[in-house]
């Protein structure tokens, strides 16, 4: 079965914890992003990475950090720095970081923080 | 960075109506995609268009680049067409990332 896999669906963790949220996919894809959507609003751009071993901040990569030792896995951390973590996060993968392919995203994990 | 506005921001018809979903952004784009999320969250292509016309059975998309903006049409909709429905660019002139608008929230009643 060919996708992307985003676990878990609904997460759920207490103030000052970090977690960590799995994007993992066997598309062959080089590129991979973390976006994060909040109630009523468009998609935001965590952090992004175009090859192994390498990834650049989006727009509101505060609080976050990432990984990519993997072509296949591209892990987000929610740090106890991020001031309002609960929000849908949603990954993505891109066939190369290249203009002209399309995105195509996962099916999201719901974080809720208390 | 580039502005992606999408227009009507909310939108209600019945079942079998047409609607014409509006998207306007402010620089020259390398990528156009049209996502339909579903009420579990999850985006679903809908179009990769950054010119041209397309359609896929009742639902087709216009993009006119050289006056940055695309048009998604969907026609005779049904109660699944509801959502929110976004479009999202890449710059051409820059890094390879999708902006998002705001979307657009349809909601057909049977």
């Known amino acids: 079965d060919g996708g992307i896999t985003q676990s878990p669906k609904y997460l759920f963790r207490k103030e000052g914890q970090n977690v960590t949220l799995s994007c993992e996919q066997n598309?062959?894809?080089?590129?991979m992003y973390w976006y994060r959507q909040d109630p009523g609003q468009g998609l935001r751009l965590i952090y992004y990475?175009?090859?192994?071993?390498?990834?650049q901040k989006g727009d509101i990569a505060e609080g976050y950090s990432v990984s990519r030792e993997k072509k296949e896995s591209f892990p987000l951390t929610v740090t106890s720095a991020q001031k309002n973590p609960t929000a849908f996060y949603l990954c993505?993968?891109?066939?190369?970081?290249?203009?002209?392919?399309?995105?195509?995203f996962g099916p999201g994990t719901r974080l809720t923080v208390t | 960075g580039i502005q992606v506005e999408q227009s009507p921001p909310d939108l209600i018809l019945q079942e079998g109506a047409n609607s014409t979903l509006r998207c306007n952004f402010s620089?020259?784009?390398?990528?156009l995609q049209w996502f339909h999320q579903n009420p579990w969250g999850q985006l679903i292509n809908l179009f990769y268009?950054?010119?041209g016309t397309k359609q896929n059975g009742r639902l087709s998309a216009t993009t006119v680049a050289t006056e940055r903006y695309s048009l998604l049409y969907i026609s005779s909709s049904q109660t699944t067409d509801s959502g929110v429905y976004f479009c999202?660019?890449?710059?051409?002139?820059?890094?390879?990332?999708?902006?998002f608008g705001q979307g657009t929230r349809l909601t057909i009643n049977p």
């Open positions: 993505a993968t891109q066939r190369a970081g290249l203009a002209g392919y399309e995105q195509y």
């Open positions: 598309l062959n894809h080089d590129a």
């Open positions: 990475s175009q090859i192994v071993n390498d990834f």
């Open positions: 620089d020259s784009v390398n990528n």
């Open positions: 268009i950054p010119s």
């Open positions: 999202a660019v890449e710059r051409r002139q820059g890094a390879q990332k999708l902006v």
